[in-house]
């Protein structure tokens, strides 16, 4: 499914004031910009990167810890977008009872081949203080790296930008990927909201179930992933068998109080107990 940016941009007619030049971009700067899900594909392992340190890294030293990837493919410098994006996934994550580095981890990835390890530092120290959690550090990664090599990432993921001459700036969407610990794409949610409950049933998905609690398993059975809409929606059918079961459950523990109750009040009653034993054996004098 081919998510384009214009149904970015026509929802982004709410932030239009703080919009730059977004009413001057041609039609023509739209073509091969937006996300295709590639769901079941993988990411490549030998896709290089430098982190934040200035180091050179391959992906697959995010892989294969026993922990899903979240993605956020985004530049530093953008001057609305991206920002919206980092700022709703950190408030996001804020509110998890997992922790990036142990649960999880996320990477960041720059688009701009002209953005530097040191940029990249500085945003990731930004958005440390406002996720509030220094030991979370280890576990969230921001990434830069040559056009070649981000642009293969991109296409592994399906996620496709184009850099605007006229506005310069870089025409992309927003989207988090989610990866399981083996780079299998795994599930994507679209936009620049994205609560607890949606990272966490995505979290969950990309993790095989090896992550969270019984109550985070019976959540994710209630809620279904919409490929349409890039986000979890209600299971009724779901919903309405764990309220049968859990009805079931009621009763039955209603039923048992009863009857013990019932049994107690006869043992202590001489007179039900005479006419129990009556009944068990009427020819008794």
């Known amino acids: 499914m081919k998510i384009t940016l214009i149904a970015i941009l026509?929802?982004?007619?709410?932030?239009a004031p703080y919009a730059k030049a977004q009413h001057n971009?041609?039609?023509?700067?739209?073509?091969?910009?937006?996300?295709?899900?590639?769901?079941?594909?993988?990411?490549?392992?030998?896709?290089?990167?430098?982190?934040?340190?200035?180091?050179?890294?391959l992906l697959e030293q995010y892989l294969n810890n026993g922990r899903p990837l979240m993605l956020a493919m985004v530049?530093?410098?953008c001057p609305?977008?991206?920002n919206l994006i980092l700022q709703g996934m950190m408030k996001g994550v804020s509110e998890l009872a997992w922790q990036p580095?142990?649960?999880?981890?996320?990477?960041?990835?720059?688009?701009?081949?002209?953005?530097?390890?040191?940029?990249?530092?500085?945003n990731k120290q930004m958005y440390l203080e406002r996720l509030g959690n220094a030991d979370a550090a280890d576990g969230i990664h921001f990434l830069t790296g040559t056009e070649e090599e981000v642009r293969r990432l991109g296409d592994q993921v399906?996620?496709?930008?184009?850099?605007?001459?006229q506005t310069q700036e870089y025409m992309h969407g927003s989207t988090l990927i989610f990866l399981s610990e083996t780079g299998r794409i795994s599930r994507y949610l679209h936009g620049i909201d994205y609560p607890e409950l949606m990272l966490r049933n995505a979290l969950f998905d990309a993790a095989e179930g090896r992550i969270g609690s019984t109550m985070d398993r019976l959540v994710l059975y209630c809620f279904q992933y919409?490929?349409?809409?890039?986000?979890?929606?209600?299971?009724?059918?779901?919903?309405?068998?764990?309220?049968?079961?859990?009805?079931?459950?009621?009763l039955g523990v209603f039923l048992g109080?009863?009857?013990?109750?019932?049994?107690?009040?006869?043992?202590?009653?001489?007179?039900?107990?005479?006419r129990q034993e009556n009944r068990d054996n009427p020819n008794k004098p």
């Not at 091969?32 to 180091?55: F, S």
Request: proline fraction near 5%.
């Open 10 to 15: 026509l929802s982004g007619l709410l932030l």
């Open 257 to 274: 109080f009863f009857f013990l109750r019932e049994r107690k009040k006869s043992q202590h009653n001489p007179s039900i107990q005479y």
């Open 158 to 165: 399906g996620f496709y930008y184009q850099w605007n001459e």
């Open 101 to 122: 580095g142990k649960e999880f981890d996320i990477l960041t990835v720059s688009i701009s081949p002209t953005e530097t390890p040191e940029l990249a530092m500085a």
């Open 226 to 250: 919409d490929a349409a809409s890039g986000s979890y929606v209600p299971v009724a059918v779901n919903i309405m068998k764990l309220g049968g079961v859990a009805t079931l459950m009621l």
């Open 75 to 77: 530049y530093f410098e």
């Open 80 to 82: 609305m977008l991206c």
């Open 25 to 57: 971009v041609p039609p023509e700067a739209l073509e091969n910009v937006g996300v295709t899900e590639k769901l079941g594909e993988y990411a490549g392992g030998d896709i290089r990167l430098v982190n934040e340190h200035g180091e050179e890294v």
